[in-house]
């Protein structure tokens, strides 16, 4: 397959993802178990012989979910409420829902309320990540996790079909980062929706199918290399839940940016970490949960050893990038608690950024165009008049 | 057809609801500003104000070595060889007028934008209001409506409001609702339109915050020339604004700047340009590409869109 075809893949899967999940159960016989998105381990459904479906904001108005839930709740959530609401969900055979915000619970009530004929597995992580403690209470849940899909295929889960497929998704996230990494050196020019496609589809499809597009991909991004692309090379943030609209992506791009990072989780949040493929694998699931909050900080949890901050501003200088967007779902609690520390340290270390709250009733873009370009252009000139003043 | 030996430069400001046109000659000198009203994004209110501004330089668009667009309609000129955003322009224009300005406050008519400028003049952070109108001309407008006062003696009148009155600073509409209610409850238009105008420099405040006070602070855009949102806004910042003579046109000045960079410092202008034209030519026939139409083979512009 050609590069494009297979983003066209990827785009026909991330787009359209509850039809597309439809399509695999029906080709397959695969029960089918969405879950919000962060933190659920996809590996245990993947093991009981499930297809895994991160829920995904849909593109669609919202509506009837109108009613069900408050105005005030973030995109995603209304979005996912609206879904459940309109009969979207009907066709899944089970749903995993994490309490990582306050408004993700509330939700997740009112899927459940709307869905009485749907499996509903509620699990609660440990938030805490660096007590003593915090290690056996990940395990506890995931173990809890792992019996609640037990019971819904009626059999065991054995230790060695884990290990099966926590190696097929280390595999696929290791693929993912190879995408990155091309793009970070500039031998790939990937857009910055090309890159989402190729992550969100993974939230969606069978990850096996999903890495044989991937490595023939990469084959072909690995035997050329594209012309290096000019402009400001900018690192985007933020979107822990849901992928940022592509027309924002797009329209960065076509100010004159050029996304060369991001910790995004349609990004780099999704792929960062990898789970032991030795050992008991919920003990490995456990400690991957806590992993990979360092590796990329979460602000749904609390971390002595993480600093979001200054993770961000090691991240920017290991990709060479000029500048930060973020990208804030508005309503977003846990980004508006973080954000304060995030614009003082920038502003500290003079690195510029610009503050972007998406919505999911988002349309008119002109607005935010003249704030990027405006953004693009400070961090140009400034860059320039720097060159100038260390060229004198 | 422009040509580079031409010997002024234009600005154009595309806004909302104005366009304003300045014209420099090569050593600076403004030798013309023009500004038309014609609705929202007119294309007829850029003509007029080009129109209109050649006339008063007494010359014709043949004499225009480069012309730089700002503005919410600033890429829909052709005449136009580039375009900056109206913060870049506003901050150039204003310090340009006002040279140790380190804040620049520009109520436009859609928009409000709060810019901090850095010592060596270039802009440093800003603040924009995003969807809502509340705060911006649009905003008085609507409510010179409500109250059924012409736009231009709503500042005079607000002047000698008497009773302290207090409106939402949140959203326009909901304004407006308050200043019919406030209406309906015999309050007298004086008062209301303080309320109005106390709003407007609240809801300004709210921007300042976000990229910090500083001073001296400009302000520009049409707004400026209202007395009452002046007044208002020196009372909740507790200094004096700067206020250029003409404040409107600060941002077609900083654009007409720009073009004036091209023609005097192409070096400069050709650093910026050349970063431009490799992402451009990258990203030919990839969904990004900004190409526009195809030139004429006989045509070799230095600038702007037409390098496809």
């Known amino acids: 397959m050609s590069r494009d075809a297979i983003f066209s893949a990827f785009e026909h899967a991330a787009e359209q993802p509850l039809e597309s999940a439809r399509a695999w159960k029906q080709a397959h016989g695969t029960p089918v178990v969405g879950s919000f998105p962060m933190h659920f381990p996809g590996e245990l459904a993947h093991a009981a012989g499930c297809l895994p479906v991160i829920l995904q904001e849909s593109q669609e108005p919202i509506t009837v979910g109108h009613g069900m839930i408050y105005p005030f709740y973030c995109g995603y959530t209304r979005s996912v409420v609206d879904q459940a609401c309109k009969g979207d969900y009907d066709f899944l055979d089970a749903i995993m829902f994490g309490d990582h915000c306050v408004q993700v619970l509330g939700a997740a009530d009112v899927v459940r309320a709307k869905l009485p004929n749907t499996r509903v597995h509620f699990y609660q992580l440990i938030s805490s990540m660096s007590d003593p403690w915090s290690l056996g209470r990940a395990r506890e849940t995931f173990l809890l996790l792992r019996e609640g899909l037990e019971e819904m295929i009626g059999h065991p889960i054995a230790d060695d079909a884990i290990h099966a497929s926590i190696q097929l998704f280390n595999q696929n996230r290791a693929l993912l980062r190879r995408l990155y990494d091309l793009r970070r050196a500039g031998t790939a020019n990937i857009t910055a929706k090309q890159m989402q496609l190729a992550v969100k589809s993974s939230m969606v499809m069978d990850k096996a199918s999903h890495n044989a597009l991937l490595q023939q991909l990469l084959d072909e991004l690995e035997s050329s290399s594209d012309r290096q692309q000019r402009g400001v090379r900018v690192y985007l943030s933020g979107h822990f839940c849901q992928a940022p609209k592509l027309g924002v992506l797009d329209l960065i791009e076509d100010c004159g940016g050029i996304v060369v990072d991001d910790d995004l989780y349609h990004g780099t949040r999704y792929i960062s970490t990898d789970v032991s493929e030795q050992g008991d694998p919920i003990s490995a699931l456990a400690e991957w949960y806590l992993a990979r909050n360092l590796k990329v900080p979460c602000p749904t949890r609390v971390d002595q050893n993480a600093d979001w901050e200054n993770y961000l501003l090691k991240a920017m200088e290991n990709s060479n990038a000029q500048g930060m967007i973020v990208l804030m779902a508005k309503f977003c609690e846990p980004h508006m608690y973080y954000y304060p520390e995030i614009k003082e340290a920038f502003e500290r270390h003079n690195m510029p950024h610009l503050l972007i709250e998406t919505e999911h009733e988002l349309t008119a873009l002109e607005g935010l165009r003249t704030r990027i370009e405006s953004f693009l252009e400070v961090v140009k000139r400034q860059a320039n008049a720097q060159a100038r003043r260390v060229a004198a | ?308």
Request: with cysteine; hydrophobic share 45%; proline share 4%.
């Open chain 2, 1 to 308: 057809m422009k040509s580079s030996t031409a010997q002024y430069v234009m600005g154009i400001d595309f806004g909302s609801t104005t366009s304003k046109t300045v014209i420099l000659d090569r050593a600076g000198n403004m030798v013309a500003s023009a500004i038309a009203h014609k609705g929202s994004v007119s294309n007829d209110g850029a003509m007029v104000s080009m129109a209109e501004a050649l006339q008063q330089a007494g010359i014709t668009e043949a004499d225009i070595a480069r012309a730089v667009s700002t503005g919410y309609g600033r890429r829909m000129l052709d005449i136009a060889d580039k375009s900056y955003t109206e913060i870049t322009c506003h901050a150039r224009g204003a310090v340009h007028l006002v040279p140790d300005a380190r804040l620049v406050i520009d109520i436009g008519g859609q928009d409000s934008k709060v810019i901090a400028v850095d010592a060596n003049g270039l802009v440093s952070q800003f603040a924009m209001n995003d969807r809502c109108a509340a705060g911006t001309g649009k905003f008085l407008e609507a409510l010179a409506r409500a109250v059924q006062v012409p736009l231009e003696e709503m500042g005079p009148m607000a002047m000698t409001a008497v009773e302290h009155l207090s409106i939402s600073n949140m959203c326009a509409t909901f304004a407006e609702t308050e200043v019919v209610a406030l209406l309906a409850e015999g309050k007298r238009k004086h008062d209301v339109l303080g309320a109005v105008h106390a709003a407007i420099a609240s809801r300004t405040l709210g921007l300042i915050a976000r990229v910090g006070k500083r001073e001296p602070v400009v302000m520009t855009g049409g707004v400026a020339k209202n007395v009452a949102a002046v007044h208002h806004l020196e009372q909740v910042l507790g200094m004096k604004l700067r206020i250029p003579p003409d404040p409107q046109i600060a941002g077609a000045l900083g654009a007409a700047l720009f073009a004036l960079d091209e023609i005097t410092s192409p070096d400069h202008a050709d650093e910026e340009d050349r970063v431009d034209t490799e992402m451009a030519a990258a990203r030919c026939g990839t969904p990004t590409c900004t190409a526009k139409k195809p030139l004429p083979a006989n045509v070799h512009p230095l600038h702007g869109p037409a390098l496809h």
